[in-house]
C-alpha cells in the first residue's frame, strides 16, 4: 500500500509554456500532499504544502503566481509551471501524507525547460 | 543554511565495509526520517525514529535517535554495491513538514 505516483515521469517544453505536473495517491486518501523540488546533486527543498479543497502554503522564496497549485480531490495534487524558463528545470517530486501522518513520496518528475 | 547538517556528502568505500552517517542539527524534532533514493526516483521510506535513545535495526542497517531528539545515525554493517545511493535523513516538526538534509552519496564498490 501507500503508492504515490506522478504524471509525466519526464517532460522537455519551450521557454514561455507552461507544464502540468500530476501527485496521484493510488490507494489512501491524502488531505495533505507536499511539492519538492531537486537540483542535480543536491536534497530536496520543499516548495508548498498543498492541501484538499484550500489554497497552497507556499514556503519563502517560492512564487506562488508562477507554480500553481490545486489538490482538487483526497487523492489529486497538480503543479503548474507557468511561463516556464530553463532555471525552472529540475526534479520535482510529490509526497502524499497518509492519516497515519507518514510521507509517500512519488517517483518525480524531470522537467527540461529549453 | 541547512537546518540539517548531514556527514560525510560523499562516501566511496569497497564492500564488505562498515560506515556511518551522520545527521545533525541545533534543532529538536517530533520525529526523523531516513530515506533512500535512487538516480531519477523518488525516495524511499527506510525508517522512522521517534523516541530520545531509540535504536531501530533493519537487517544491515543500525539508526539511532539522540537523547535530545536533535540528531541521528546511519550505520551500515558490512556494505553491499546494492546498498549505493542517496541517503537523507529528515526531521519533522509541527505540521507534518519535513526538513531534507543535504545527503549522503554513498558509493559502494565490488
Known amino acids: 500500500g501507500a503508492v504515490v505516483s506522478q504524471h509525466p515521469s519526464w517532460v522537455i517544453c519551450k521557454s514561455g509554456t507552461s507544464v502540468k505536473i500530476e501527485c496521484r495517491s493510488l490507494?489512501?486518501?491524502?488531505?495533505?500532499m507536499f511539492w519538492y523540488r531537486q537540483f542535480p546533486k543536491q536534497s530536496l527543498m520543499l516548495m508548498a504544502t498543498s492541501n484538499e479543497g484550500s489554497k497552497a502554503t507556499y514556503e519563502q522564496g517560492v512564487e506562488k503566481d508562477k507554480f500553481l497549485i490545486n489538490h482538487a480531490s483526497l487523492t489529486l495534487s497538480t503543479l503548474t509551471v507557468t511561463s516556464a524558463h530553463p532555471e525552472d528545470s529540475s526534479f520535482y517530486i510529490c509526497s502524499a501524507m497518509t492519516r497515519a501522518y507518514e510521507q509517500y513520496f512519488g517517483p518525480g518528475t524531470r522537467l527540461t525547460v529549453t | 543554511t541547512q537546518l540539517l547538517e548531514q556527514s560525510p556528502q560523499f562516501l566511496s568505500i569497497q564492500e564488505g565495509e562498515n560506515l556511518t552517517v551522520y545527521c545533525n542539527s541545533s534543532s529538536v524534532f517530533s520525529s526523523l526520517q531516513w530515506y533512500r533514493q535512487e538516480p531519477g526516483e523518488g525516495p524511499v521510506l527506510l525508517v522512522t525514529?521517534?523516541?530520545?535513545?531509540e535504536v531501530k535495526k533493519l537487517k544491515r542497517l543500525t539508526f539511532q535517535f539522540g537523547d535530545a531528539r536533535k540528531d541521528s545515525s546511519l550505520h551500515i554493517t558490512a556494505a553491499q554495491p546494492g546498498d549505493t545511493g542517496l541517503y537523507l535523513c529528515?526531521?519533522?516538526?509541527?505540521?507534518?513538514?519535513?526538513?531534507f538534509g543535504g545527503g549522503t552519496r554513498l558509493m559502494v564498490k565490488p
Open positions: 525514529v521517534v523516541t530520545g535513545g
Open positions: 529528515a526531521g519533522e516538526k509541527a505540521g507534518n513538514m519535513l526538513t
Open positions: 490507494d489512501f486518501q491524502a488531505t495533505t
